[in-house]
T-cell receptor
Framework: GESVGLHLPTLSVQEGDNSIINCAYS??????FIWYKQESGKGPQFIID?????DKRQGQRVTVLLNKTVKHLSLQIAATQPGDSAVYFC???????????FGAGTQVVVTP | NAGVTQTPKFQVLKTGQSMTLQCAQD?????MYWYRQDPGMGLRLIYY???????DKGEVPNGYNVSRLNKREFSLRLESAAPSQTSVYFC??????????FGPGTRLTVT
């Protein structure tokens, strides 16, 4: 999920395969991280979050991994479905007020 | 519950015009936020309100003002619109915890 200006990185994945979306974050002091999914024309939708004192967290069909050593976050989606086609954002937060710093996003395209 | 609602959905302004974007939430959340999203980019925080009666600047506050009218409503005002403010604007609210709930967005074009 590196920022490339107007052209989002795109991940093309076959239906039924697993997806891995990567994100490099910038602030080593960030306390928590969140993954959001944004479908075309809609607002972002929460997927999963992880605190900085954790390495891994699992949800329904999703797993988030956090590597603080290299400031890297990943989202794994199991058995990717057509409904998973969207832009995925990682966001990092450092305070209790909920101020988030968003990454540029990764476009996921699920092919039949 | 309607969640987070935003009006209008679309707006076209001429440079120098003013307008207010409205946001309301019916989830009894304390915190509310305004973001802008430009093509191919993530969301950037304009202003936020941690609780009723308080507002604070985010990453890109210049050219905007906000009002937290009550616990439900948080409005964003553009006093003198500029083409650089062409964007999609999202309002969000948050209870205790990390998850923010986003509205559907307002697509604003300034010519």
């Amino acid at each position: 999920g590196e920022s490339v200006g107007l052209h989002l990185p795109t991940l093309s994945v076959q239906e039924g395969d697993n997806s891995i979306i990567n994100c490099a974050y910038s602030n080593s002091a960030s306390d928590y991280f969140i993954w959001y999914k944004q479908e075309s024309g809609k607002g972002p939708q929460f997927i999963i979050d992880i605190r900085s004192n954790m390495d891994k967290r699992q949800g329904q069909r999703v797993t988030v991994l956090l590597n603080k050593t290299v400031k890297h976050l990943s989202l794994q989606i199991a058995a990717t479905q057509p409904g998973d086609s969207a832009v995925y954002f990682c966001a990092e937060g450092t305070d209790s007020w909920g101020k988030l710093q968003f990454g540029a996003g990764t476009q996921v395209v699920v092919t039949p | 519950n309607a969640g987070v609602t935003q009006t209008p959905k679309f707006q076209v302004l001429k440079t120098g015009q003013s307008m207010t974007l409205q946001c309301a939430q019916d989830m009894n959340h304390n915190s509310m936020y305004w973001y802008r999203q430009d093509p191919g980019m993530g969301l950037r925080l304009i202003y936020y309100s941690a609780s009723e009666g308080t507002t604070d600047k985010g990453e890109v506050p210049n050219g905007y003002n906000v009002s937290r009218l009550n616990k439900r409503e948080f409005s964003l005002r553009l006093e003198s619109a500029a083409p650089s403010q062409t964007s999609v604007y999202f309002c969000a609210s948050k209870p205790v915890g990390y998850e923010q709930y986003f509205g559907p967005g307002t697509r604003l074009t300034v010519t």
